[in-house]
């Protein structure tokens, strides 16, 4: 989540940001910034304003009040020339639309508007629909296809267009697990190789966690802290009477629940204590690990160790100064039971 | 009922023959219909698409004046347009009356309303979602409408042929502006209503062959785009 740090900030500013429909109040963000290359999650219940955000993001809509500010063009002055810059951004919506035409017209549509060539729009059709896993699907009609596989059908005609904004509304909702890894995967391959600005909307929050640089908690409308951090899939087991989660194939947390099979998990970074020494008490979970990463902030410090997996920890600047903390080294991490949430 | 039999045996001879006074009038009839209705298209589904899209104050009123509209009498539209350009009327000037540029006018005005409405219809029923794709992929206005009204393509085509069901099968408008003058403004519904009151039952019932012919090939033919995906 830090390598936004790195990143050119205000690819996208959104200052003071309100949507409303009818009247009703939907979207209300004082201040946004999204940089150039990043890869960030909005996550949050239904209604919380995530399609939203990301239907104003695609410039699709206007909003009611406020300011959007995309590469450095304030987007709804009138001076603008709206289609260029919306071919710069390209959203996947939820449930995705289709043209009522074959597979190839839908992904050639984009690229023929681009005035791309026949020969052009044939090879950028077919590598879209092989990354997408439907090679040879070209010539079928579109509304026959599963919702599935319209997802992903809407997916590679994003893709070939080669944005440089890609908003994915829940890319995952409605493709069966074996795909959505593989949404994953190009997702992450989209991230690293062709460093595509993304921003994509999901209610898992593993998800988000794996994917994103960033992550952006949207509720009724607003963006809050997010209720949830250091967020693992595990599974759970009983051993020698107590319930242990694994996050991976070693490392086990102790855990306060009688729940068994597969579950997401969330370690609130507020709850972990940091020690050179490994506690007396038994029942707590502790685990050794290298300090990765130190990011000092105005009154606390996040310090991400590595224990088999990464967990960030907040830790006040007294405690950081007690414990002359360098990264590299080695300290355990102590948490509690409770301090285990199933989420 | 022998006399029935009669008119169909002659009917058939004439088509199979390709009577000469069958063909011109055949012609005349599709000649001024593919017109008048290629010249309402031009007009109606641009002005359907932009009713549809557009938000004004009396659009619900003005849906149902259109919908009225496509049943106007064609005698009352053929009266109307012969006040005009009649010798006395204001384009009387012109020469326009008993010629076939008349029963194109005629046929333009019966055939618009019916593809005006039925264009609106069909934008309408388009899901939204259709435009607002267009726009994230691209599409500047233009494009977007085009998009809508290529994913309406059958009921467009529905609407088109609607209207030209309207003005090839119509009698009223084409007896009064063409003057169902042999050879020129002959067509087939004229003829047949002059045929039937001869008593020449042969002749009259050809055209009605060939009318019915030519509406189910209509048919076929927005009935094979529609099974071929086009």
Redesign the interface.
């Known amino acids: 989540m830090n390598e936004s740090a790195a990143m050119p900030p205000e690819f996208y500013k959104l200052t003071s940001i309100k949507k409303s429909y009818n009247g009703d109040f939907a979207l209300d963000i004082p201040s946004l910034h999204f940089a150039r290359g990043e890869t960030c999650a909005l996550v949050g219940p239904n209604g919380s304003g995530k399609t939203t955000l990301l239907r104003l993001l695609?410039f699709?809509e206007r909003p009611t009040s406020g300011e959007i500010v995309f590469d450095s063009i304030p987007v709804w002055n009138g001076a603008m020339n709206q289609?260029a810059l919306?071919?710069r951004?390209?959203?996947v919506?939820h449930p995705p639309?289709l043209?009522?035409?074959t597979v190839a017209y839908n992904i050639g549509?984009?690229l023929k508007?681009?005035r791309k060539s026949r020969n052009d729009v044939k090879t950028k059709t077919s590598e879209a629909l092989e990354t997408v896993g439907l090679a040879g699907f070209e010539k079928r009609?579109a509304r026959t296809l599963s919702s599935g596989q319209q997802q992903r059908v809407a997916l590679a005609?994003a893709l070939a267009?080669e944005p440089e904004v890609l908003l994915l509304d829940e890319p995952t909702a409605s493709i069966d697990k074996k795909y959505a890894r593989d949404v994953e995967s190009l997702i992450r391959h989209l991230r690293v190789e062709a460093k595509t600005t993304i921003i994509f909307s999901t209610h898992n929050y593993r998800q988000a966690s794996a994917l994103a640089h960033r992550i952006i908690f949207l509720s009724n409308g607003r963006i809050e802290p997010l209720p949830y951090e250091n967020i693992f899939k595990g599974i759970f087991e009983k051993c020698d009477g107590r319930t242990k989660v694994f996050v991976n194939e070693t490392l086990g947390f102790n855990v306060i629940s009688e729940a068994t099979g597969p579950a997401h998990i969330s370690i609130d970074s507020r709850d972990i204590m940091l020690s050179r020494r490994p506690p007396e008490n038994g029942t707590l979970n502790c685990h050794a690990g290298k300090v990765v990463r130190m990011t000092l902030h105005e009154s606390y410090a996040r310090v991400t160790v590595d224990i088999g997996v990464r967990l960030s920890i907040v830790v006040s600047e007294q405690v950081l100064t007690e414990l002359q903390l360098k990264l590299g080294e080695e300290i355990f991490c102590v948490f509690d039971c409770g301090a285990v949430r199933i989420i | 009922m022998n006399y029935i039999l009669e008119a169909f045996t002659k009917a058939f001879r004439l088509i199979i023959h390709l009577d000469r006074e069958l063909a011109v009038i055949v012609w005349t009839s599709l000649r001024v219909s593919l017109i008048s209705t290629a010249l309402a298209s031009i007009v109606g589904v641009p002005l359907g698409f932009t009713l549809a899209v557009s938000r004004f104050r009396g659009k619900h009123q003005m849906e149902i004046a259109l919908n009225t509209s496509m049943a106007i009498p064609t005698v009352v539209v053929g009266l109307t347009i012969y006040s005009f350009i009649s010798r006395r009327g204001p384009l009387g000037a012109y020469g326009l009356l008993f010629t076939p540029t008349a029963m194109i006018i005629g046929q333009f005005i019966l055939a618009t309303p019916i593809i005006v409405a039925l264009s609106l219809a069909a934008t309408k029923a388009i899901d939204a979602r259709v435009g607002e794709t267009a726009r994230t992929l691209g599409a500047n206005a233009l494009q977007r409408a085009s998009a809508i009204l290529s994913e309406a393509r059958y009921s467009i085509v529905v609407a088109i042929a609607a209207g030209f069901g309207r003005v090839i099968a119509e009698v009223g408008a084409a007896m009064i502006l063409g003057g169902n003058i042999h050879g020129y403004t002959r067509t087939m519904t004229t003829a047949i209503a002059l045929e039937t009151g001869k008593g020449e039952f042969s002749l009259a019932m050809a055209l009605g062959i060939i009318l019915l012919l030519i509406a189910l090939s209509v048919n076929a033919v927005v009935q094979s785009f529609r099974l071929r995906g086009i």
């Open positions: 695609a699709v289609t919306m071919r951004v390209t959203m919506a639309f043209f009522n035409r549509y984009g508007l681009r009609s005609r267009l």
